[in-house]
């Protein structure tokens, strides 16, 4: 078969089952031999990934595969040991003081490019939490082995959990993602990770003074947990098509990660994919003012995927309870040092006091801060759109008849991740569970939704329903709940015959 050694002007690629996307002219000048195009069917976006950057994905996911097949024969207590060693150098004040260094000059290094930083930076907390998962992992008894049997006469069928595979990660610049991805060695996997590049820095000096020296330590394979040590997106996109992977995560943006979990979905790898984030608050006409005052404090004290997002308020009581969730949201923004910024959807406007339309504030953002209007009006078919904020609490509100509405408008337009109702009715708490189709749902705040917070254990990824249930597990994705069964047949007598 004919390989493709350069891209003649004009080409077009066949995406959808009959569509044609056009090669890009830059992509078109770049290729040269030994490149390779992928095609997302599901947009159309023609993707270059050069040799070298295929290569490094190769090979990294050929050492991880190797070592799934030696962990099959290792005992649990190096995995316990793993985790144990992993834990103790990051608790060693001079090697986090060194991962703290090179953490200053990625955000440095990231706030000069107007990036994003409120993941990246490493704090005492996070070094905290990365420490406690690890050694929840090892206190965890190891999930694998017997789930249940069948007794047939003169012969037995066991079912066992085992490894599942090579897990590849794309994760975005979050350094503490190393530790918690780590998790999947509990349950027999091997990973592949690719960190984002503002985060690349950090994630070395993770994997260089902490991560490596406890595999070697505690006797794991060399490839148990590979690092894709590469910048570029095309890595990302080499990796999630090989086939040997047994699972794809991506967690990120959401134009990135849906890139990513097309290309995975074409070569036939199941895929977790953690993208638009954002949670809903409701609140129906019973809601006490103080309980909503609270959720909606205690929902934005940073930006992350569970941030409160869009706030849907009863008409009946919507001037008093936007009062409410005015100054929760003003409280914040004083404590962040930053203000707060409310988007209300056109219709909405009557319960928001008029200034706050016409008076401006100082606002952090990725380039700096800037002079913005505390409130803006928003197209409603803008409601789902998630705010992606530094240190200034932003939030969209809208009006509704009653919980129902807000249900309705949840399945509509939120990516079907977390819905929270304020509500003295508990009939109505139930018709709300029910109505929303939502893995996480709550009564108050939305910043519960965590695997490490809620369930004592790190998670791997959180997944939303945009794209579909998920088939048998949570919507927290943790290192114990990537397995499969094996059966074993155990005959007593030889002379069975169908």
Known sequence: MAELTSIP????LLYGGNKLAAVPEDVRAAFRAGDRLAVVQRSGDVLHIPAAQWDLAEEAVARASA????LAATPDENVTCFFERFAARLADDDAWAQIAAQNEMDVSSATSRGRSTTRLKVS????????????????????????GSVEHEGWRIDELRSGYGVVGFVFEGRPNVLAD?????????????????????????????????AVKESGLPEG?????????????????????????IARGSGPAVLTLGSLATQAGIPVSMHGTGGAWIVADETASAADLRAAVFHSVDRKVCNSLNVLCL???????????????????????????????????????????????????????????????????DELGREWEWEGTPEVSLVVVEDSVEGARLFNSYAPRFIASLISEDPEVHERFFHMVDAPFVGN????WVDGQYAL???????????????LGRSGILSGDSIYSVRLRATQDRPDIHR
Not at 331 to 346: C, N
Not at 456 to 470: A, V
């Open 9 to 12: 002007e004009g080409m077009q």
């Open 67 to 70: 070592a799934f097949q030696e």
């Open 124 to 147: 005492d907390g996070m070094r905290r939490d990365m420490i406690d998962g690890l050694r929840g992992w090892a206190q965890m008894a190891p999930p694998n082995g017997p789930r």
């Open 181 to 213: 991805g780590v998790g999947v060695l509990r349950s027999g996997n091997t990973a592949v990770m690719r960190i984002g590049s503002d985060a690349l820095g950090t994630a070395r000096s993770i994997v260089e003074l902490a991560l490596r020296p």
């Open 224 to 248: 148990a947990v590979v690092l894709l040590d590469s910048a570029a997106h095309a890595a990302g996109w080499a990796m999630f098509s090989n086939p040997l992977l047994g699972l794809a």
């Open 314 to 380: 009863p008409r009946s009581r919507a001037a008093e309870l936007a009062a409410e969730a005015i100054a929760a949201l003003e409280e914040r923004g004083a404590l962040l040092g930053h203000g707060y910024k409310l988007h209300v959807v056109e219709g909405s406007e009557a319960c928001v006091p008029t200034e706050l339309f016409n008076e401006t504030a100082r606002m952090l953002r990725a380039e700096g801060e800037v002079e913005e209007p505390i409130a803006e009006t928003l197209p409603a």
């Open 444 to 447: 108050g705040f939305t910043r």
């Open 456 to 470: 004592r254990r790190p998670e791997l990824g959180l997944s939303n329903w945009q794209y579909g249930r998920l």
